[in-house]
């Protein structure tokens, strides 16, 4: 019993109830949907059977649960010591031009050197794109909500820039994309899906998330920053440092996302190659409390409503933003419910 | 070379606008002791309750009234969410933006190749007949010059009321303005109210003036830029004027160099003012601190 008590610890029951709580996000979009003359229940219906009704669309949201789960983590270790990363956007595209600078230079290795060489880029660029307002915050005392998010901007107008001129496709007819990467830059997919190894990427990311910071002194210390700034700081841990590698470490996974994101899916550089896995990556975060079994859980479900909203737009010519505004009225619901205080105060 | 001067200056005062507007109502809120990441949000919700109004009515007063409601309604969902549950200021400024870019993207889609009447040009009388200076500062839109006339304003209301001394006293020390017989949450509900107002009007000048049309997410971070403008302002209206006046005077710029075909890639160009935005804050993130109002150090400065 007493371990049956642990397994169902506050989180875990927290998590459950905020579940039942999102349904009041759906009765909310159903009344609007029903203002604008849409009938929610078709739409509703739509959603689940584009994303779960059939095996590609299943494998579709494992798809998009990879990059999620990423960059929720991303999101997630820097919150863990109090610190709000809206930067994964940004991150993962700091990734994506890191492994396309390697894919284009070193076109002729072998595979097992080069795709570990790719994953190293993908989480240097990352850690990168996160170290900055990271440094910022260490040494000026700027805001790392702002930085990441104006950071978000420079990067993704920095790809803009290198898809169209100095990596431009010269075979392209004028596409803003780079030339296709060697196959042996390649990530395997599986059980002809698009299901990719990134997956193996992700799943490590959350298994490494949890054991660090239940286990590790270095996640004890990280929670202590969380609950205690000031308490952390007597006690004479280094709360700089920390804020460094907590983001540059979650800047990295989301590197890592980008990676994956053009190894596996795109096979090149393009503009788009995220349909915004940063900013939902930021949600599934918080709507999971920086859980790490919750981010599992909350990407599944953002993955579902993900490849639902196209489902939607496809079939019955509703926009994608219904799932948006489903997704940010949930993120209102958890951030004004008591348990949540409860649970991370 | 005095051409381009010119269309600078005169671009920027008409480019630095909505920034404006969206500033003097972060520094309202921030006043007040609430940091409101959601003005972003705000700034769509009036541009796109604005566009939709005027592209109905064909009357784009009726339009910047709607832009102003629709602003404010927003920030309202802000004021409930921090002042009434007390939830986190950043988070939930954030969550107000992701709504506001996914209700604007629903309701304004039918609406994005739509023409509009614009906001009509003002010349002053008199005084923008006066060469150069009249065609520089006197022949805009009325919001334009409704922004630069509320930085004053604002700033005497702050300053010199006892509205502005108790919206000022709950920005600092909530706990002793309550001791004092003020009402700490009505008075932020209004601060972030008021504030949202000035984003929706934000809004209305991009759709309804500046660009005369409604794109999906059209606000582009002017709405962070903004946030980080107030620093630079040290919560300072009249000096958020300078602020605006610098951005709008780098999207000028920005519109010139790509009109003249400079050959400068315009994905850099776009860059530059959240480059300058981040450059502003390294250099005076720190130093400005002095003028920060003291309920609002805990919301930026969570871990030191």
Known sequence: MVALARVIDSRVLVQLRLLGMAGLAFVVVGAFLVLFGKNPLLAYAEIFRGALGTSYGASEVIVRAIPLMLCAVATALPARMGLVNVGPEGQLHAGALAVTWGALTFGALPRPVFLPALVALGLLGGAIGAFVPALLRVKVGVNETISTLLLNYVIVLLVEHMVRGPWKDPMSFNWPYTPEFPDAARLSTYWGTRIHAGLWFALAAILLFYFTLRFTRWGYELRVIGDNPEAAGRAGIPIGRYTLLAMSIGGALAGLAGMAEICAIQGRLRPGISTGFGYTGFLVSWLALHHPLGIVVMAILLGVLSVGGDSIQISLGLPYATVNIITSLIFFIVLGSRFRRRATA | ?304
């Open chain 2, 1 to 304: 070379m005095l051409g381009l001067l010119y269309a600078v200056v005169g671009g920027g005062i008409r480019a630095g606008t909505p920034i404006l507007y969206a500033t003097l109502g972060e520094v309202i809120a921030e006043r007040a002791g609430i940091v409101n990441l959601g003005v972003e949000g705000a700034i769509l919700a009036g541009a796109c309750a604005g566009f939709i109004t005027t592209a109905h009515t064909q009357n784009p007063w009726l339009g910047i009234a709607a832009a102003a409601l629709a602003g404010g309604a927003a920030s309202l969902v802000h004021a409930f969410m921090v002042v009434t549950l007390r939830a986190n200021q950043i988070a939930s400024g954030l969550a107000l933006m992701f709504l506001c870019l996914g209700v604007t993207s629903f309701v304004g889609r039918p609406y994005v190749a739509v023409k509009i009447n614009a906001v009509p040009q003002l010349a002053i009388p008199g005084l923008s007949d006066i060469p150069v200076v009249g065609g520089l500062f006197f022949q805009h839109d009325a919001l334009v010059y409704g922004a630069y006339l509320l930085a004053p304003l604002i700033w005497i209301v702050l300053t010199f009321t006892k509205w502005g001394l108790a919206l000022r006293a709950v920005g600092e020390r909530p706990d002793v303005a309550f001791a004092a017989g003020l009402s700490p949450a009505a008075i932020q509900y209004a601060a972030v109210v008021a504030g949202g107002i000035l984003a929706g009007l934000a809004g209305a000048h991009l759709s309804l003036a500046y660009a005369r049309s409604w794109v999906e997410g059209m606000s582009n971070g002017r709405g962070f830029i903004a946030v980080a403008l107030v620093i630079f302002a040290t919560w300072h209206p009249l000096r958020s004027v300078v602020g605006a006046l610098v951005f709008g005077a780098v999207f000028a710029l920005q519109l010139q160099i790509q009109a003249r075909g400079v050959a400068l890639s315009p994905y850099f160009l776009d860059m530059t003012p959240y480059l300058l935005t981040l450059a502003g804050l390294l250099l005076w993130g720190r130093t400005r601190r002095y003028a920060m109002p003291e309920a609002l150090k805990s919301v930026f400065e969570g871990v030191t």
